[in-house]
């Protein structure tokens, strides 16, 4: 028995394969198939005329009957009635009849020869809007705080109405976690409040088929304490409905619906789910579900009306089980548990039963495999006749949901109905088993052309027909092999599939179907095309507003596609603005608004692919002005500033500045503060005395500054004295005999207050005086007259008002004026180091007799004459500064064997002193010297010097007739002739030249140098440049760093001493001159 169970099974699945049969071609003959009818339940509008549709196809075409409540329907009979031409589709024409005459059940029947199809119980109904009862609502009165059910109670409509509640203005009345509408309709209230008094809650009823409104009589609301109610009971005793008297307290909550501790709700498969818990108490509760049995479906699960309702779509065997709301406040909570029963009407397990075609002598099945909750009966008909009723048939085998065609003859074609029912429902489906024997064709059109992307699957159509079923072979190009195996995949229906398609996989393709009765072919053309892709996608975007803004959306594409591309903003379209300027691969968006904002994709199509990239625009702007300035928590010196920030306009507000404005002393202008970090919206601020401040704010993000806001009102300090003192102080002289006291003033920020003077204070360092004190106003120095020459004194400024002064001073220090000194360095000596360098000595100068501020010491020195018999006198004085407090100096640069003068002068701010008495010193003779002497006595020596001398003078000569005739040097060469400081022009009378100058011939040197001689005196070893004066602008550091030149410049030579004549240009001070350079 279990092996004939197993083997009926196994040939069912083998039929059930036979058994996907396709379409078959309208030109064949075939029984009869609906393709339309109106829906079981159908509810019509009763205005309108019923049209009750059913429509079928089949070879021959179908005639059509109706069957009303299970009997035949006449139609010719009824006036009123129509039936379409070559249709079933009736039309009722209610201009003469009522529509409730119609409200009947009627069944749609199609039969040609070969078979007969019905469709499904039409149930015909018409919509109904009842208008709501008249009645009289009283008034009602409650206290404070208790719970109260507004009733709606709609009348009864088909479908039901949907139920809202609104004011006399048509606006619909707030809900909230309190107040809430339930599924019934009625408006519940979990506690009320002195709001919720009117005279005009209104229930309203909308019936969707007729799209009419059906209104309540408004119903008066007034909630009152308890005194009050105790004060109006006379006057609405007689007319109202009083609901409590007791004192509304703070209670724990209860559930207003459902009621009990538990309830139960059934629900069918596919359907939607909704159950609802509506508490009452004070303060307002909170509802929140779980399931008890499992978890909540979260993908279908919803919470409405403030957590009352929970809805769960789309329900399922699974949603079964208990679940439970819970209410809750601060004083308790209450539980309620809803179980809930899941049921089913029959539903298809794998699809309704499929149309079977089949050749005579094949075989095949019919399934009709359905599900429910209960289980549903499964009942068989033949051409609308109940099976076990119909004309025995051998090769026909019924089992339970199966029917099995065993060796099927011609002529045996029919309709099947498959009625699957249960409580809840049922499923009428039909389907035919067509006996023919045909040939094979194939329905896909010739020569059609397919194209796909690359890398993309591809399908190759071969519909064909055939009975019995046709086998389907491919062919490529040259058919030289079948196409079977890896890449290609032959599906049942002959479609063949290249999984990922290549370029070479473009070509003709050809499909042949056979079978018993012929054979057909068909060529299909692949192409096979390159993708379409954003090689540049646009990019985010940051822009300010009213300037211009560029996605850039750069394409790639086959060659022989053409793509449009389309952009979108948000998903949607682009508006209509003609700021969007489109280009080829390009959006713009001109003078940019912050209705700009938002997402922009870029979509490419072709007719095969496509490709998309998005990008987001952020418009960005100063910020707006801060507002609501607010100025509290003010004392003395300081008040709290608050504001709101005005909008940032897509770019965080970094800081916050906040400005003041002196109205009493600075009126116009705005002053820095203080700056906040841009996530604060207020300030302490630190106050000075005896302002009339006024206070703006602006807002700071990456784009700018935003307008200030409007001014705070005006916040006024009191004055007080002074809280410091002016800085800056100090004291010099501008004379000897005067002392210069001056300082930075206070602002008028600092003063405090008005009557600003200041106390100047000052008396001799060092000298037991009193201070001498003079008040100063508008003014920052006063002139001390008559003091000492030079003598350190102490001085204060304090700040003073009318209202005080300011703290102690500290004390300064400067002194009087200055005057020249009256002494000169004295032991003044020098000492020849080397035939360049000589070292001066001397002893400090008496403070007293410097008489200022020391600042250095200057050596005056010059060449009174070479020791060389052959060279003339020549005074030329020359500088040498030494900065800072010093008692010796290093003379650098001087010329070998020559006799040399000096003296030494102190100075201060003011100039020099009187020089020191004027010493002498000889420098040695150098090497070079001495052999310089003995080339100079030589004969050729003497001749090539007259040689030059006369080749010079005969240059001159023609120069000079050159010149009378008309000659002209340029004037920038005659003047560079006359202040050239190396030459000076040959002396006419004794072809002798001019001496060079120093400038030249005596240049400082950059450090000492060793004697000519080749010995170091130890003395030598121990110098340092601090030693070594200054020449010209030279100075030393007073801490004898050397920052100038060893020599110094020329000083004008002294009229005393005469003018000499310049010495000749013998080979003796030609050697010399060699040797200053060696």
């Not at 596919?270 to 008890?292: D, F, N, R, Y």
């Not at 204070?761 to 120095?781: E, I, L």
């Not at 040959?986 to 000492?1008: A, I, Q, R, V």
Request: proline share 8%; with cysteine.
């Amino acid at each position: 028995m279990e092996r004939r169970r197993m083997d009926a099974a196994l040939l069912v699945l083998f039929l059930g394969h036979l058994a996907a049969a396709l379409e078959v071609p309208l030109d064949l003959p075939q029984p009869p198939t609906i393709t339309h009818q109106s829906p079981k339940d159908y509810i019509i509008d009763p205005r309108e005329n019923i049209i009750i549709h059913c429509e079928a196809k089949g070879k021959p075409h179908p005639s059509f009957s109706w069957t009303r409540n299970g009997t035949h329907f006449d139609i010719d009979e009824d006036p009123n009635v129509t039936m379409r031409p070559h249709s079933g589709t009736l039309v009722v024409d209610i201009s003469r009849a009522k529509a409730e005459h119609y409200e009947c059940v009627y069944q749609c029947t199609a039969r040609n020869k070969h078979g007969t199809a019905v469709s499904n119980n039409i149930v015909v109904q018409q919509s109904r809007s009842p208008l709501w009862s008249k009645e009289k609502i009283k008034p009602i009165v409650v206290q404070e705080g208790v719970s109260l059910v507004l009733p709606c109670r709609p009348p009864a409509g088909l479908p039901p109405p949907i139920i809202f509640w609104m004011d006399n203005n048509f606006q619909r009345l707030p809900q909230s976690s309190r107040v809430a509408q339930s599924l019934n309709g009625d408006l519940y209230f979990s506690n009320v409040l002195r709001d919720d008094s009117r005279n005009d809650y209104i229930c309203y009823a909308r019936f969707p088929y007729t799209q009419t409104i059906q209104q309540k009589q408004p119903i008066t609301v007034k909630v009152l304490n308890m005194d009050a109610i105790n004060d109006t009971m006379a006057a609405f005793y007689n007319d109202t409905d009083l609901f409590s008297e007791e004192p509304a307290d703070d209670r724990k909550p209860s559930f207003l619906i459902p009621s009990g501790p538990s309830s139960s709700k059934t629900v069918l498969r596919g359907q939607v789910l909704e159950m609802e818990c509506i508490a009452e108490a004070l303060p307002t509760p909170e509802i929140s579900w779980t399931k008890v049995s499992g978890d909540l479906p979260a993908k279908r699960t919803s919470f409405l009306h403030y957590q009352r309702t929970l809805r769960i779509v789309n329900v399922s065997e699974s949603d079964a089980g208990d679940y439970r709301c819970t209410a809750r406040n601060q004083l308790g909570s209450v539980h309620h548990t809803i179980h809930v029963t899941v049921k089913a009407a029959p539903y298809w397990i794998s699809g309704a039963p499929r149309n079977l075609v089949l050749a005579p002598g094949e075989s095949g099945v019919l399934t009709c495999r359905a599900s429910g909750t209960p289980k549903p009966s499964i009942t068989w008909a033949m051409n609308g006749i109940p099976i076990e009723n119909s004309p025995k048939d051998l090769s026909r085998k019924v089992e339970d949901d199966t029917i099995i065609f065993t060796d099927v003859q011609a002529g045996s074609s029919a309709v099947y109905q498959c009625n699957v029912s249960n409580d809840y429902g049922y499923l009428l489906s039909n389907a035919f088993v067509n006996v023919l024997s045909e040939p094979p064709r194939v329905l896909t059109p010739a020569n059609k052309v397919y194209q796909v992307i690359k890398n993309h699957q591809a399908l190759i159509d071969c519909a064909s027909f055939g009975s019995p079923i046709p086998k389907i072979t491919w062919f490529k190009d040259s058919r030289s092999s079948t196409l079977d195996g890896d890449p290609y995949i032959l599906h049942d229906n002959g479609t063949l599939e290249i999984h990922i398609a290549q370029a070479h996989n473009s070509g003709r393709y050809t499909c042949v179907a056979r079978n018993s009765i012929g054979i057909y072919e068909n060529h299909i053309f692949l192409e096979v095309k390159e993708p379409t892709r954003i090689l540049k996608q646009p990019e985010y975007k940051v822009v300010q507003r009213g300037r211009s803004v560029v996605f850039e959306c750069k394409v790639k594409h086959d060659p022989s596609l053409v793509p449009t591309m389309t952009w979108l903003k948000d998903d949607g379209e682009l508006p209509d603005d003609e700021r969007l300027i489109l280009g080829s691969d390009s959006l713009t968006i001109t003078d940019v608004t912050e209705n700009d904002a938002g997402v922009y994709t870029c979509i490419t199509n072709t007719t095969l692919d496509h490709d998309s990239a998005s990008a987001e625009l952020t418009v960005v702007e100063r910020p707006d002005p801060p507002t609501d300035l607010e100025l509290t928590d003010q004392k003395k010196r300081s008040v709290q500033l608050t504001w709101t920030p005005g909008d940032e306009h897509n770019s965080p507000i970094q800081k916050f500045l906040i400005q003041y404005e002196d109205l009493l002393h600075h009126r116009g202008h705005w002053h820095n503060l203080t700056e906040v970090p841009g996530t604060k919206t207020t300030a302490h601020l630190k106050l000075s005395p005896y302002i009339h401040y006024t206070f703006r704010v602006l807002a700071l993000n990456a784009v700018g500054f935003s307008r200030p806001s409007f001014p705070s009102r005006v916040f006024k300090t009191e004055p007080a004295a002074p809280d410091e003192n002016p800085t800056g102080v100090q004291g010099f002289g501008t004379e000897h005999d005067n002392l210069v006291i001056s300082w930075k003033p206070l602002s008028g920020l600092q003063s405090n207050g008005p009557g600003l003077h200041y106390k100047v204070m000052w008396r001799q360092k060092a000298v037991d005086s009193d201070w001498t004190t003079v008040s100063v106003a508008n003014n920052s120095k006063f002139v001390v007259s008559g003091t000492p020459t030079f003598v350190p004194y102490e001085l204060k400024v304090q700040a003073v008002n009318d209202y005080g002064a300011g703290p102690e001073p500290a004390i300064a220090h400067g002194y009087s004026g200055e005057d020249l000194p009256v002494a000169a360095p004295e032991n003044v000596q020098a000492i020849a180091l080397n035939s360049t360098l000589a070292e001066v000595h001397w002893d400090p100068v008496p403070f007293k007799s410097i008489r200022g501020h020391l600042k250095g010491f200057k050596v005056y020195y010059w060449r009174e004459r070479s020791l060389h018999k052959h060279n003339p006198h020549h005074v030329e004085k020359q500088i040498l500064t030494f900065s800072g407090n010093h008692s010796r100096g290093m003379l650098p640069g001087l010329h070998p064997f020559s006799l040399y003068s000096f003296n030494v002068r102190v100075y201060n701010g003011k100039g020099e002193g009187p020089p020191s008495p004027t010493q002498q010193f000889d420098t040695p003779e150098g090497a070079v010297a001495s052999r310089q002497v003995d080339i100079a006595t030589q004969g050729w020596f003497i001749g090539l010097m007259c040689a030059i001398a006369l080749l010079i003078l005969i240059l001159l000569i023609i120069c000079f007739i050159q010149r009378n005739k008309g000659g002209k040097y340029p004037v920038k060469e005659k003047e560079d002739a006359h202040t050239d400081p190396e030459f000076q022009p040959m002396k006419d009378d004794d072809c002798t030249f001019g001496e060079y100058s120093d400038n030249e011939d005596h240049k400082p040197l950059k450090g000492s140098r060793t004697p000519s001689n080749g010995t170091v005196k130890r003395d030598d070893s121990d110098d340092s440049l601090v030693d070594y004066g200054e020449g010209g602008d030279g100075q030393f550091n007073e801490d004898g760093s050397f920052i100038g030149q060893y020599s110094g410049k020329s000083a004008s030579r002294d009229t005393a001493e005469g003018h000499e004549s310049s010495e000749a240009p013998s080979p003796i001070n030609a050697m010399n001159s060699l040797n200053s350079f060696v």
